[in-house]
């Protein structure tokens, strides 16, 4: 099960060096990064991340008011993990029903035993293979496995199977984005890809190429973020040539 996650962390060094340190579990994947509490509340209620690790250094009390705020909006909240140079703010993070308190710099032993524990304690979702198509009366289901990838059409969305054909939906692609399976990334502003079944990724030439008929599908700078994490996770299961 893949665990999507978001650093709330002004400081680019401890951000960038948390992200290396994440990388070693495959499971755990960054859906945004963000500055401040307004990115980072906007960022909670756009992506829904499993975890948030908030850097508690600067700002913390207007942190923890945005961990309150989220009540308001819906009861899908997230798992809050504290970073500080000091325990200064460890109180006011058990109040506040943090999972974790990390100390900088970062303690390799403590962020693999703090992970452990969380994974134990987060549901295991059972994988959803079906979706389900309904226009009126009419119902189609769809293997999730044989969708390569979705294609935004106006206000629809075509769905581009293993075999060729195409099915559409009178959603639009935004719909979906976050109501299909979690191997399912959008890369541009026209497209979400399944990503297992990608063959190459070229940053060059900013395309996905799919195993099937090699379709190359194009990849923006918005999506860039999506792009470098689903280029991560493919490197660390795959047998690497690269000196």
Known sequence: MAYQYLIIDANE????ELQEH???YGEFKCSSLAKNSIEGLNDILKYSPDIVFINLNENASAYFQMTMELHQYGNCIPIFIGISNSKNHAYEAIKNNFFD??????????IRKSLLRLKKMMPQEEAQNT????????FQYLDTDDILYLKADNNATEFIMKDGTINNAFKTLKTFESQMPKNFIRIHQSYIVNINHISRISYGKALCTLKYRKVQLPFSK???LNIDSLKQALTKNAISSLN
Do not use: A, Q
């Open 101 to 110: 308190y990390w100390l900088l710099p970062y303690n390799e032993f403590d």
């Open 222 to 224: 918005s999506y860039k």
């Open 13 to 16: 060094t401890s951000n960038l």
């Open 131 to 138: 979706l389900c198509l309904k226009s009126y009366r009419d």
């Open 22 to 24: 994440l990388e070693e």
